[in-house]
């Protein structure tokens, strides 16, 4: 998502303003609250994948997708290529006839 740059300093300021008018809580929330049903350990594991260092067999796996999506588009467009060429000598044919026709008639 993109914010114009106003947007988002307004909108910072704001949330700033909000934060500092609420009372700070005495105590710390505990995991259990912070959690929100999922388990700590489960949390924590999609926490460190957010900051995960992409390993060699994920580019190889971005890779792979690439490779296959310009695959798909390359046949995409050998089908069309394909089906304009059969129309167009479709086209070729019923034109000539039409020529031979108009000659002899």
Do not use: C
Request: charged content about 30%.
């Amino acid at each position: 998502m993109h914010f114009d740059q106003t947007d988002r300093s307004a909108g910072y300021y704001k949330s700033r303003a909000k934060f500092s008018l609420q009372k700070p809580t005495t105590n710390p929330p505990t995991n259990h609250e912070t959690s929100v049903g999922i388990p700590s350990a489960a949390r924590s594991r999609a926490e460190l994948n957010q900051y995960k260092i992409p390993t060699a067999s994920d580019h190889v796996q971005d890779d792979n997708m690439m490779l296959q999506d310009t695959l798909k588009l390359e046949n995409k467009y050998l089908e069309k290529e394909e089906e304009n060429r059969h129309l167009k000598s479709l086209g070729t044919k019923i034109y000539n006839r039409k020529l031979n026709r108009s000659h002899w008639h």
